[in-house]
């Protein structure tokens, strides 16, 4: 069983930066991809940034030059760093977990979720 446990949420001003952290039970060398994602009250949840083992990226165009995701394997841990943060970036963050087995077998782990709210 994996686990991730997300932390680094908060309330901030616009304009504001937060930096999220993801801790994996287990090495993270073994996923595939690793991403952000958030759910906003009465929206689905949404893609915010991801990662592949290779440190290829992938961001939401809302997101796009103000947030920045990276993996540390060592520490086994994945970041999201969110500069110029506004309003609509209020939402629960999600950190997430692929496995992909070369059969095609796709294991999806969530973490449970840290609040972000972006409020004057």
């Known amino acids: 069983q994996v686990q991730l446990v997300e932390s680094g949420g908060g309330l901030v001003q616009p304009g504001g930066s937060l930096r999220l952290s993801c801790a994996a039970s287990?090495?993270?060398?073994?996923?595939?991809?690793m991403g952000w994602y958030r759910q906003a009250p009465g929206k689905q949840r949404e893609l915010v940034a991801a990662?592949?083992?290779?440190?290829?990226?992938n961001y939401s165009d809302s997101v796009k030059g103000r947030f920045t995701i990276s993996r540390d394997n060592a520490k086994n841990t994945v970041d999201l760093q969110m500069n110029s943060l506004k309003p609509e970036d209020t939402a629960v963050y999600y950190c997430?977990?692929?496995?992909?087995?070369?059969?095609?077998?796709?294991?999806?782990?969530w973490g449970q979720g840290t609040q972000v709210t972006v409020s004057s």
């Open positions: 997430n977990a692929e496995l992909i087995y070369t059969d095609a077998t796709r294991y999806v782990y």
């Open positions: 287990r090495s993270i060398f073994d996923f595939n991809v």
């Open positions: 990662i592949t083992g290779g440190r290829i990226t």
